[in-house]
T-cell receptor, first 113, second 114 residues
Framework: AQKITQTQPGMFVQEKEAVTLDCTYDTSDPSYGLFWYKQPSSGEMIFLIYQGSYDQQNATEGRYSLNFQKARKSANLVISASQLGDSAMYFCAMRETDYKLSFGAGTTVTVRA | DAGITQSPRHKVTETGTPVTLRCHQTENHRYMYWYRQDPGHGLRLIHYSYGVKDTDKGEVSDGYSVSRSKTEDFLLTLESATSSQTSVYFC?????????????FGPGTRLTVL
């Protein structure tokens, strides 16, 4: 069964606007971590933000925030004030009690000037 | 910059030849991982290591072996490369093995098997 689902293959956003990237997950472990990574066209994987299953508050890192809805098993990434440099592929990932990260298929974001 | 390098960065090889990819870290982290990235699949774990000489299989380990004789180096070997192993390979490191620990990735190796 798919552990991480990203339903938006591609999105367009106007510069300076906010964009929300959807991520739903499936786990029966009480302890897990949720991560978002950015992959620009140059190919590297850049860590953006982390949310723990026991965290009471939504995580924020600069212009990135994670909208964590535990009951709905949802961990959406919000990018505020989009910049041209935000154009990239974005991956949601989950880590349970084993070692590996389970990744979604990714969402491509294109920021328009 | 998490202090991870991968070599080579690009490689083209022929079916049936052995290939070794190297991951080197300068952070002295205990945990190292090899993933492959294919369109529509995100990244999938091949093998991981939780210490020198301590390795285990991931979800797509068939056709791959690994070795870790030093903390800083984690080698991925394709004993006899096949076209289905054409992919981008990423190494990752983390300090711990818990669900709260972030994995940081190397720059990737693009492998083409003809």
């Amino acid at each position: 069964a798919q552990k991480i689902t990203q339903t938006q293959p591609g999105m367009f956003v106007q510069e300076k606007e906010a964009v929300t990237l959807d991520c739903t997950y499936d786990t029966s472990d009480p302890s897990y971590g949720l991560f978002w990574y950015k992959q620009p066209s140059s190919g590297e994987m850049i860590f953006l933000i982390y949310q723990g299953s026991y965290d009471q508050q939504n995580a924020t890192e600069g212009r990135y925030s994670l909208n964590f809805q535990k009951a709905r098993k949802s961990a959406n990434l919000v990018i505020s004030a989009s910049q041209l440099g935000d154009s990239a592929m974005y991956f949601c990932a989950m880590r349970e009690t084993d070692y590996k990260l389970s990744f979604g298929a990714g969402t491509t974001v294109t920021v328009r000037a | 910059d998490a202090g991870i390098t991968q070599s080579p960065r690009h490689k083209v090889t022929e079916t049936g030849t052995p290939v070794t990819l190297r991951c080197h870290q300068t952070e002295n982290h205990r945990y190292m991982y090899w993933y492959r990235q294919d369109p529509g699949h995100g990244l999938r774990l091949i093998h991981y290591s939780y210490g020198v000489k301590d390795t285990d299989k991931g979800e797509v380990s068939d056709g791959y072996s690994v070795s870790r004789s030093k903390t800083e180096d984690f080698l991925l070997t394709l004993e006899s490369a096949t076209s289905s192993q054409t992919s981008v390979y990423f190494c990752a490191i983390s300090r711990a093995g818990s669900s709260t620990d972030t994995q940081y990735f190397g720059p990737g190796t693009r492998l083409t098997v003809l």
